[in-house]
């Protein structure tokens, strides 16, 4: 997949220009994070074709964008899987007709009876959106999106909204159907360790340019000679100890006590998910 | 009550039911343009479709007259080519009050779409629906309140409607005499009892119709929360 993009666009500190040339391989899972304001959204949009923007899109043999030879091919030619920030599920249909009304004529409906077991979604679909949890709704929502058998799956921060444990399970299930009809994924997310957790390849974006790219582990990390290592997870308390705080980290099942004192503590509150470093010079391996 | 009290009230209806119909088609796609445009000549097209509401009927009845009347060069034309006479004529009252309840019916369906979240059409062009398919299957059916305000609003609006009908349309019996115009005739001849029961009838009519329309948002509210 090839994407080479320009769209002027309105920056925080002022007009700029949205300047993206990359090739992607198919099948790769691509994650885009960056500040808000930065052009991810547009990004995908641009991919979708809601907006228009200059340039040239090749996904495997088809071109839907080719300005220098005037080829716009509208959102409905250009078979994407696009998943909304808001789910956007009508709410005058049922979760089977919102389903149903993403085939394309002539189209069988065994996708759908397969989709909706995949997504596990049996119990849902004579509900309507309005009557499901946030969670559910994303599940239908990427089902509908791949109704068409798209070849690409572009999600716009879909995991923003759920907590904790709801984004784990979804998580899962994005990457089960993104190996299972062998998708070229697009992510936006904020989440380093959503990002860790689930994408090859990771584009970080500033004021409309990719400043850095890379395996999520390259990007992330500052040094990847493992003299020390890196652990992200949840800050659950901050504990006042005085002239220190002693705050506990959740990283996976364990519950991490570190102590810090009253300068370093400066901006986390509980929720916040960090990351902890520490060196690999006290570490001890058990098998 | 006797056969021109009914007569006239079913012309009242019958006017308000076929301005209501044409309003609903001319309604839809202007409010669906004026909600998706950013073109320049919205604001004008706007203060156009808005002008009956602070124009006196009297001004807008006025200047129909001028221009439908068989005198003028597009009344003439009208009756050589169609044999259509507009003024003083049941087809002239249907004309003015298309003109005169047009905000009511294009106003609550416009902020009915604008309302909606954009990503419910972009969802629908991302399936492959075209803007045709999205607008009838997925816009339509989720500004359901908006559109029953609309029709419910123009239909009462053109029943209420009186200078207007006055000035294109004056007062034939069964051709263009409505309750409005009754109500003043039966006043003027000192006929205060029958004019009583028109005008008790708009009056309770009135009030229904505007409970409907209060009652249906309160529902509607509560049904379409995004």
Do not use: C
Not at chain 2, 117 to 125: D, K, N, Q, V
């Amino acid at each position: 997949m090839h994407l080479n993009l320009t769209k002027k666009l309105n920056f925080a500190n002022g007009k700029g220009l949205l300047d993206i040339d990359v090739q992607i391989e198919e099948g790769t899972f691509v994650a885009i994070s960056g500040t808000s304001g930065s052009g991810k959204t547009t990004l995908l949009r641009l991919i979708a074709g809601l907006e228009k923007g200059a340039g040239f899109i090749k996904i495997k043999e088809n071109i839907w964008l080719d300005t220098a030879n005037g080829l716009h091919l509208p959102p409905q030619q250009r078979k994407v899987g696009y998943v909304f920030q808001n789910y956007a599920l009508f709410p005058n249909m049922t979760i089977q007709q919102n389903l149903t009304f993403a085939l394309e004529k002539n189209q069988s409906t065994a996708i759908i009876t397969e989709l909706v077991e995949t997504m596990e979604l049996g119990e849902l679909v004579n509900r309507y959106p309005q009557q499901l949890s946030g969670g559910q709704q994303q599940r239908v929502a990427l089902a509908r999106a791949l109704v068409r058998k798209p070849p690409i799956l572009l999600l716009d921060e879909p995991l923003s909204a759920l907590d904790e444990g709801l984004r784990n399970h979804l998580q899962d299930y994005i990457l089960k159907i993104h190996q299972k009809y062998q998708l070229t994924t697009l992510l936006v997310s904020h989440d380093t360790r959503e990002i860790n957790k689930m994408a090859d390849k990771v584009f970080v974006l500033e004021a409309g340019k990719i400043i850095k790219s890379g395996t999520p582990q390259a990007v992330f990390a500052k040094n990847r000679i493992a003299k020390e290592y890196q652990l992200s997870g949840t800050v659950i308390e901050i504990k006042d100890k005085g002239n220190r705080y002693a705050i506990s980290v959740k990283i996976g099942g364990n519950i991490i006590e570190v102590e810090k004192g009253k300068q370093e503590q400066n901006a986390l509150k509980v929720g916040d998910v960090i990351l902890l470093s520490t060196t690999v010079l006290n570490a001890t391996l058990k098998k | 009550m006797d056969a021109a009290f009914w007569q006239t009230l079913g012309l009242t209806f019958q006017l308000a039911a076929i301005t209501t119909m044409v309003l609903l088609l001319i309604g839809i796609p202007l409010a669906y343009f004026l909600a998706n445009t950013q073109s320049r000549i919205k604001p004008v097209l706007e203060a156009f479709i808005s002008m009956p509401l602070v124009l006196p009927p009297t001004v807008l009845g006025f200047y129909l007259l001028l221009l439908l009347s068989p005198e003028s060069i597009f009344g003439a034309w009208l009756l050589e080519t169609f044999n259509l006479r507009l003024v003083f004529s049941f087809a002239g009252l249907v004309l003015g009050s298309i003109i005169y309840s047009l905000p009511f019916m294009v106003h609550p369906i416009q902020s009915g779409f604008e309302n909606l979240p954009p990503s419910f059409s972009e969802a629908a062009y991302t399936l492959g629906k075209s803007k045709t398919e999205t607008l009838f299957k997925v816009l339509l059916p989720n500004i359901k309140p908006a559109l029953l305000t609309g029709i419910v609003l123009s239909f009462a609006h053109t029943v209420g409607e009186f200078g207007v009908v006055l000035m294109i349309g004056g007062n034939i019996p069964n051709e263009t005499k409505v309750a409005s115009i009754a109500i003043y005739d039966e006043v003027e001849g000192l006929n205060y009892a029958v004019a009583n029961q028109y005008a008790l009838i708009l009056f309770l009519f009135s009030f229904v119709i505007l409970l409907l329309v209060y009652l249906m948002n309160r529902h509607g509210l509560r049904v379409n929360k995004f």
